[in-house]
């Protein structure tokens, strides 16, 4: 050991350290094992990002995000095509859990994750699916071609096996086609999904009605039976009247998506709060009508989007809120009066009418307060529910889960379900061992800088109101490589090196290869945390050493 003298630089000018003198080594410190100082042990251990946690799908989003921000949307399209084969469907119409969930939004604001799912949806329009190739003994019957039917005929048929969907329309989409109208998702993108889908050899049957009876002949046809026949039954509320003039509301949508317009009349009163009764509101005003909501709650309370409210609003909706229907009548001019009470909340929480009664006359009435199954179908050994049917009515994304949720029960069933080929977010049943939800307090927001969220252009409403155009436009890929930039990449390590170079025993090393992306020296590592607190993205964590 020596003693080091300070020096002055040439100029003469000052120290060129601090103090006077300290202590240098003569010899290096690799005998000097300073691990054994240890009472903490870094472990590099990436977790879940909320977003991902929060989509019903479980996308590795943090995966793709970081790819479309260096400009690999082949590689972001593959990583959401692992869980979801309906990417520009859902980045149009699917509420995004997402979003509301995304940690950014504690620092500045959310991400734009519906825009960016959107952009590389379209950009896989026209890249086919990929088979993998397997020749698997088995054949499977998916009945009803909704969202959740998709689902299932896509997993089932990338793996191999031989799908016949069957759907009793002309043509494929249920929901997606016949309840939602073109102005949130275009046909032609539909079309093409579907396409994408179809061409993994899934065998389309069209115009085929399958009801409890033909049950039994196809599963002596079938090894399995996926049944999602969507909730197409009327559920109308008890008002006394059996006239003609009061319609089911996702009938209505089916029906002017076929070109038969109803004859509804020019007043119509629309009941419900829910995203059917917005879109039979929103379409019916493109078509002239004069349409107003009668709604049991307030509108901040309705179940509908809030971007399918905020639209709606601006386009001019009437909606009487907290009030009730409670009785109709036919007038002599084939119009109907209707009486209106006020809705209140009974200490239990039923809603009932009460107060004044007041009268308007329309010429229908559109009943949009929640759908039911067609029919009853038993499950048994060989016969699994899907979508809104399994479920109750749900998200387009929930549907696309619930199809994929079938698909991997009857592969695993079928014994050629390899649990290592699914994606760590996707989960059967029960939890993963050690998954941890990454919070905002976990991670180091030094390293980012506070930006403004991308908001894509929309049609004035002035405009969107004449025609089915779609509102929302397509974002620039330089403006969705940015937004994916804004992505926190919550839980997913991306070799930023912040550990590596903070540490100041040397111990860290990163690579890019090998199955963990940080490990530790831990002959030296002395557990000062640094590297955990330095990590931008929560993926060390420190535990007691044993």
Known sequence: MEILESKYNEENKG??????????????????????????????????????????????????????????????????????????????????????????????????????????????????????????????????????????????????????????EAKAGGLLRYGIPEYRLPRDVLDREIENIFALGVNFLKERDIGPEELPSLTKEYDFIFFSPGLWARNIPQWGYSGKAIFNGLNILK?????????????????????????????????????????????????????????????????????????????????????????????????????????????????????????????????????????????????????????FTILGKMGVLNRDETDKYFRLTGELANRRIINYDELNTFYFRKEKRLEPKRLGAGKRVKDFLEIVAQASQNAVMAESGRCLSCGTCNLCGACWYFCPDASVVVSETGPRKVTFDLDFCKGCAICSVSCPRGCIVMEAEQ
């Open 15 to 168: 120290l060129l350290h601090d103090i006077r003198e300290f202590p240098i080594s003569r010899k290096d410190t690799s005998g000097n094992q300073t691990g054994t100082w240890r009472t903490l042990l870094p472990v590099f251990q990436e977790g879940v990002a909320p977003c991902s946690e929060a989509c019903p799908a479980h996308i590795h989003i943090p995966g793709y995000m970081g790819l479309v921000c260096e400009g690999k949307l082949t590689e972001a399209l593959n990583i959401i095509r692992r869980e979801n084969p309906l990417p520009a469907v859902c980045g149009r119409v699917c509420p995004h859990f997402c979003e509301e969930s995304c940690n950014r939004g504690e620092f500045d604001e959310q991400v734009n994750i519906r825009t960016v799912e959107r952009f590389i949806g379209d950009y896989g329009l026209d890249i086919p699916l990929k088979k993998e190739i397997n020749k698997i003994r088995g054949k499977v019957a998916v009945v009803g071609s909704g969202p959740a039917g998709l689902s299932a005929a896509y997993f089932l048929a990338r793996k191999g096996v031989v799908v016949d969907l069957y759907e009793r």
């Open 255 to 407: 029906k002017i998506y076929k070109g038969a317009i109803p004859s509804l009349g020019h007043r119509v009163a629309v009941v419900g709060g829910g995203n059917t009764a917005m879109d039979v509101t929103r379409v019916l005003m493109r078509l002239g009508k004069e349409v107003t909501i009668v709604y049991r709650r307030t509108l901040a309370e309705a179940p509908a989007f809030a971007d399918e409210i905020k639209e709606g609003m601006e386009e001019g909706i009437q909606i009487l809120e907290r009030k009730l229907i409670t009785r109709i009548e036919d007038r002599i001019d084939s119009s109907l009066m209707i009486e209106i009470q006020d809705a209140v909340k009974e200490r239990g929480g039923k809603i009932v009418p009460d107060g004044e009664k007041t009268h308007r006359v329309v010429d229908s009435v559109v009943a949009a307060v929640g759908q039911a199954p067609e029919m009853g179908i038993e499950k048994d050994d060989k016969v699994f529910f899907g979508g809104d049917f399994e479920t109750g009515e749900g998200t387009v994304v929930h549907a696309v889960a619930s199809g994929k949720r079938g698909a």
